[in-house]
C-alpha cells in the first residue's frame, strides 16, 4: 500500500482531502544493526543512536548522513539554585493556569478580552 506525507510530516497509508499530501517511497528494509528514519522529508538508513554521555548528546547531521557528537554549553554552575524571584518579577507565584493564560493573551495581544471581562 503506498504511503503519504503531508507536507513532510511521517509518512501514512491514510490521507484526507486536505491539499499538501504528496506520495512517498516506501519504507526500506532496514539491514541488521541498522534503523530506518524518516529524517527532512526521506527515509534514511543509519546507525541507531550512539548513547549519550554526561555533558554531550548525540544529534543526526542530515549534510553529513552521521550522527555527530556535541557538547552541552555551559549554562551555570549545577550547585548554584535559580533565583526565580528575578524571573517573574512582579507576578504572583501562585497563579492558576486560567489566570496565566489570560495574562499571556494580554500582553501577546491588548485588544483581547479574558473571559472575565465578558
Not at 506520495?23 to 541488521?32: I, L, N, T, Y
Not at 529524517?39 to 549534510?63: C, F, I, L, M, T
Request: charge should be negative.
Amino acid at each position: 500500500m503506498p504511503l503519504y506525507s503531508f507536507k513532510g510530516h511521517y509518512p501514512v497509508e491514510q490521507i484526507d482531502n486536505n491539499k499538501g499530501w504528496y506520495e512517498v517511497p516506501d519504507k526500506p528494509v532496514a539491514p541488521e544493526g541498522k534503523e530506518v528514519a524518516w529524517v527532512n522529508a526521506e527515509w534514511v538508513v543509519r546507525d541507531p543512536k550512539p548513547q549519550d554521555r554526561v555533558g554531550y548528546q548525540w544529534n543526526w547531521s542530515h549534510n553529513d548522513m552521521a550522527w555527530v557528537e556535541c557538547e552541552y554549553s555551559a549554562t551555570a554552575d549545577e550547585t548554584t539554585e535559580p533565583e526565580t524571584n528575578e524571573i517573574v518579577t512582579g507576578l504572583s507565584m501562585d497563579l492558576t493556569a486560567a489566570s496565566m493564560t489570560s495574562f499571556s493573551l494580554s500582553v501577546l495581544a491588548p485588544s483581547i478580552t479574558s473571559a472575565g471581562d465578558i
